[in-house]
């Protein structure tokens, strides 16, 4: 049973384009939500995190979207690059979850140059 | 600062084998976990530990045991080795039960093929 929906599996974008993932969790408890993004031979790595008070958070060229009352969030990567191929994954987690961190299906993104 | 570090890199097991999986960090960390990957699957918790002498269970701990004698290692058995145990392996480490909105600090993985 997968608490964290992510779409889409894979992805694939030019160079300057806008890459978008979504993500759809069913826990309302839930009251954390990181982005990991993962290298060929790497572990995953923080990018990115939100907190559901807020509706957005950007960082750089990337921004976190949230929608509570939908119970989704989505990744916007702005003028994506070669380097930002990858594979994402969203998560979510809460206190009252044990402190364990609950992770989407993982998106492979491809940005063309 | 080697932060979390995992050995093997690769391992191939025939079924029934039995083998550990090493993790160990350097940053004084009291939660770790144990998570694998699968194509389309994401990364499932196997085991964690809020810190040493507690472990508990995960989404998909059969097959597997957990022990925490101290802060920095926390290792992962594969008691008789399945096919189905076929995965990239991560452990990974954050500050303690408090902190769960805190970063997890992942290792490189153990890629593990049983045949």
């Known amino acids: 049973q997968q608490q964290v929906k992510q779409s889409p599996q894979s992805l694939i974008v030019q160079k300057g384009g806008i890459s978008i993932i979504n993500c759809a969790y069913e826990?309302?408890?839930?009251?954390?939500f990181p982005w990991y993004q993962q290298f060929p031979g790497k572990g995953p790595a923080l990018l990115i995190a939100?907190?559901?008070?807020?509706s957005e958070k950007k960082e750089g060229r990337f921004t976190i979207s949230f929608n509570k009352s939908a119970k989704q969030f989505s990744l916007h990567i702005m003028d994506s690059q070669p380097g930002d191929s990858a594979t994402y994954f969203c998560?979510?987690?809460?206190?009252?979850?044990?402190?364990?961190?609950?992770f989407g299906e993982g998106t492979q993104l491809t940005v063309n140059p | 600062n080697a932060g979390v570090t995992q050995t093997p890199k690769f391992q191939v097991l025939k079924t029934g084998q039995s083998m550990t999986l090493q993790c160990a960090q350097d940053?004084?960390?009291?939660?770790m976990s144990w998570y694998r990957q699968d194509p389309g699957m994401g990364l499932r918790l196997i085991h964690y530990?809020?810190?040493?002498?507690?472990?508990d269970q995960g989404e998909v701990p059969n097959g597997y045991n957990v022990s925490r004698s101290t802060t920095e290692d926390f290792p992962l058995r594969l008691l008789s080795a399945a096919p189905s145990q076929t995965s990239v392996y991560f452990c990974?480490?954050?500050?303690?039960?408090?902190?769960?909105?805190?970063?997890?600090?992942f290792g490189n993985g153990t890629r593990l093929t049983v045949t």
């Open positions: 940053m004084n960390h009291e939660y």
């Open positions: 826990n309302t408890a839930f009251d954390y």
């Open positions: 998560a979510a987690s809460s206190m009252t979850s044990g402190s364990r961190l609950t």
């Open positions: 939100i907190r559901p008070d807020v």
């Open positions: 990974a480490s954050r500050r303690g039960l408090s902190s769960y909105n805190s970063p997890l600090h």
């Open positions: 530990s809020v810190g040493a002498g507690i472990t």
